[in-house]
């Protein structure tokens, strides 16, 4: 875990002053309603369609376990007692007061967090793996990275009042669990034949109303140059950016507009400008950063265990089927990265109450070393569990009702706030997750249907990332009413790609039938061992459309 | 017609409330007035090249090529239009300005300038800041103290944090090898 020194804390607690004296400013009349609003929703804040919503930064999805009790706390005393965690691993809180949220501030100040940058058109929340710094298939650790890419774009003077948001997405894992290419830039890290660090970067990646893949503006960046690059970056897009449509100002329409040899070469030319100054990277630089993400002092586990963890593996099929759906591999053998599943019937995705956050904290200090990841799927990660407990830490989950051996199912869903709460959605999302959820319920159904991605979004905008799921859901408005329109064929990692609408959209009721008879045509054409978008992209979207309006 | 009276509007130069002598004229066509310095649009000052009296402001999408860059080195002052708050293209004008071009003379931000853009607008090399009208003074001399360090370098700071940290972490460990 990165540690603040006294120059981040300073920095985050003027950051509280400041946004203190603006709310103060703002109560007073001597800041507009229409002036607060870039300046309160750089600190997280947003007006949402019932109360004011706080959006709280967790860098690259990483929490200590003292941060998440925080967190628990902050919902308990400031808000209705539970917390949503968002496609962009951050925890929203939905109700708190707008005259409280500097004290909220400065709470979170007090254990090393803050809510800056979550909003606003300026460099937002970069996200990364889940699994960082413990999986097999790593290169690069990415989280050291993340964290210069996160001081360098915290305050960035000039960067403030971009043509629109921008996200940054990092990998350094053979498997993409970042979705690099969906984003505004998408860095991947790898390693030259001399084992230094190089940098792969895509620029003009995004979902949103007019969802594109990124475009690869460079293969071969050498580490040192990662901030001078994408500084030279982001200026050419705060310059050429398009600023009299909102709809067409993120950087993948600039990209597409100019055309990627074209973009390449602008950014190219003011990069030969920065290039080798003062933000070039050093080795000292990188080594003091990584010297933040160390591997924890973990506990040698003997053969015997791993052998016994693999024999109840065998006796128990409850365990087992925990294991194989929520259990991911980890690169020191004996240990394990454990997902939590924050989607259960009766509950909104990726909700905790803070009573689950408490006691998902004290699972974290008792079982993976005080560390705790969120998912971009909506769930949390414990990454380093030794497998001679992992028995205990089931039953323990069980308990808590996070256990659901769904993850990477259909039930395993992402889904925004949607209607429920968020001003911009066009419709409810919670409710047809939760309808879904209830209509297919049969686990072995679930596990025969095998991985499948199925995403919500409750508008346009996205956040539920419903093009890339391999069912796409979104709640569209149709003349007062809510719709919803069905993609199909989505798809994150490596060989991410964007759903195709399958027709006219449907009411609210008919979308579990309608997901009924996608499943039926899927069941009926897979070949042996075929998942849903292997079959998909097999046979394209004819025979589901077929099905599904006969 | 100029677009305001100039004394009307909150002024800061180098960090402390100021006196602006010059009047802003929007208006391409607008007659000049006979005695006072005046800040007129790029093209106009362009075209009457010379005079220390006048002064160039630039719109928020002027591209800033090596030869307008050249041109500009000889104006007195260069003003920066924000003809809306939320439009930031001018924080990359005024760095170039700077830290490409090596213009020392007076940068200003004009238009719709608010207290809580002044920290970020001097650390991108705005020294004066014609504040909109109903702006505090107050308020926004007390916005340029928002922070007491920066991640990044700018026109300000010449070094990112991180190297101040390594330069930190030789000296606390010079003693010790004393």
Redesign the interface.
């Known amino acids: 875990m990165y540690r603040y020194?006294t120059?981040d804390q300073?920095?985050v607690n003027?950051?509280v002053a400041?946004f203190r004296?603006?709310m103060n400013?703002y109560l007073a009349g001597?800041?507009s309603d229409e002036?607060f609003l870039?300046?309160r929703v750089q600190n997280g804040l947003y007006v949402q369609r019932y109360a004011p919503m706080l959006r709280i930064a967790i860098p690259y999805g990483m929490l200590a376990s003292y941060q998440l009790r925080k967190l628990g706390d902050l919902a308990r005393d400031y808000d209705r007692g539970y917390g949503h965690f968002t496609t962009r691993t951050n925890l929203q809180l939905n109700w708190p007061k707008l005259e409280t949220v500097p004290d909220m501030l400065a709470e979170l100040a007090s254990v090393q967090m803050h809510a800056i940058q979550t909003s606003g058109?300026d460099i937002r929340n970069t996200s990364t793996d889940q699994f960082a710094g413990i999986s097999e298939d790593e290169e690069v650790d990415p989280r050291p990275w993340c964290e210069?890419i996160r001081?360098?774009s915290?305050?960035?003077?000039?960067?403030?009042?971009?043509?629109r948001k921008f996200k940054i997405a990092v990998t350094g894992a053979a498997e993409d669990r970042a979705a690099i290419q969906v984003h505004d830039v998408g860095l991947r890290l790898w390693r030259d034949d001399k084992g230094e660090v190089r940098v792969k970067v895509l620029a003009g990646g995004g979902l949103g109303r007019t969802p594109m893949i990124g475009e690869v503006v460079r293969d071969d960046l050498p580490w040192q140059h990662l901030?001078t690059y994408l500084e030279a970056l982001v200026?050419v897009y705060?310059?050429f950016g398009r600023?009299d449509n909102k709809f067409k100002a993120r950087i993948k329409i600039l990209v597409k507009a100019l055309g990627v040899e074209e973009f390449r070469r602008r950014v190219d030319a003011e990069w030969a400008?920065l290039k080798d100054?003062?933000?070039t990277?050093?080795r000292?630089?990188v080594e003091?950063?990584q010297s933040h993400f160390i591997d924890p002092e973990r506990r040698a586990i003997g053969e015997e265990a791993i052998a016994q963890f693999e024999r109840l593996r065998g006796e128990n099929r409850a365990f087992a089927r925990f294991v194989t759906n929520n259990v991911h591999g980890h690169k020191v053998p004996g240990y394990k990265a454990v997902t939590l599943s924050l989607k259960r019937k009766g509950h909104s995705p990726g909700d905790l109450t803070w009573e689950q956050m408490h006691q998902v904290a004290d699972l974290a200090d008792e079982f993976s070393y005080g560390e705790i990841r969120v998912t971009h799927e909506q769930n949390l990660v414990l990454a380093d569990v030794a497998v001679d407990r992992l028995e205990e830490l089931w039953h323990r989950l069980e308990e808590l009702g996070l256990a659901n051996p769904t993850v990477g199912t259909l039930a395993d869903l992402i889904c925004c706030p949607g209607g429920d709460y968020c001003a911009l959605a066009n419709a409810k999302s919670i409710p047809v997750a939760q309808a879904i959820q209830e209509r297919f319920e049969d686990i072995d159904y679930l596990y025969d249907l095998g991985p499948l991605d199925l995403n919500i979004s409750g508008c346009m905008n996205a956040c539920g990332h419903h093009h890339v799921g391999h069912i796409g859901i979104l709640g569209v408005d149709k003349k007062g009413e809510e719709w919803y329109q069905i993609s199909l064929g989505g798809a994150q990692g490596n060989d991410s790609s964007l759903g195709k609408i399958l027709g006219p959209s449907f009411d609210r009721e008919s979308v579990p039938d309608v997901i009924d008879k996608v499943l039926q045509v899927y069941v009926g054409e897979r070949a042996e061992g075929e998942t849903f978008i292997e079959t998909y992209r097999r046979i394209g979207l004819k025979p589901f459309k077929e099905r599904v309006y006969a | 017609m100029p677009d305001q009276n100039a004394t009307q509007r909150p002024f800061i130069r180098d960090g402390k409330p100021a006196e602006d002598r010059w009047l802003l004229i929007r208006d391409a066509e607008a007659e000049l007035p006979a005695s006072t310095p005046a800040i007129v649009p790029l093209a106009r000052w362009q075209a009457l090249e010379g005079s220390a009296e006048l002064a160039p402001w630039l719109a928020s999408d002027t591209?800033l090529t090596p030869e307008l860059a050249e041109q500009l080195a000889a104006a007195p002052l260069i003003a920066i239009d924000f003809p809306r708050?939320?439009?930031?293209?001018g924080?990359?004008l005024a760095?170039l300005l700077r830290e490409?071009y090596g213009f020392d003379g007076e940068i200003r931000a004009i238009g719709d300038v608010?207290?809580?853009q002044a920290?970020?607008l001097t650390?991108?090399g705005f020294n004066a800041l014609s504040l909109r009208e109903d702006q505090?003074l107050e308020?926004a001399l007390?916005?340029l103290n928002?922070?007491?360090?920066?991640?990044?370098?700018?026109v300000d700071v010449?070094?990112?944090?991180?190297?101040?940290?390594?330069r930190e972490?030789v000296k606390r460990a010079e003693p010790a090898l004393a």
Do not use: K
């Open positions: 020194d120059h300073t920095l003027e950051r400041q004296d603006q400013r001597r800041i002036e870039p300046l058109n210069l001081q360098w915290t305050f960035h003077p000039e960067f403030t009042y971009l043509p901030l200026r705060n310059q600023r400008h100054g003062p933000q990277l050093t000292e630089a003091a950063m | 591209e708050f939320t439009d930031g293209r924080y990359s760095r490409r608010l207290v809580d920290f970020f650390r991108c505090w308020d007390h916005a928002a922070f007491s360090r920066a991640y990044q370098p700018a010449s070094e990112p944090l991180f190297r101040q940290r390594m972490a």
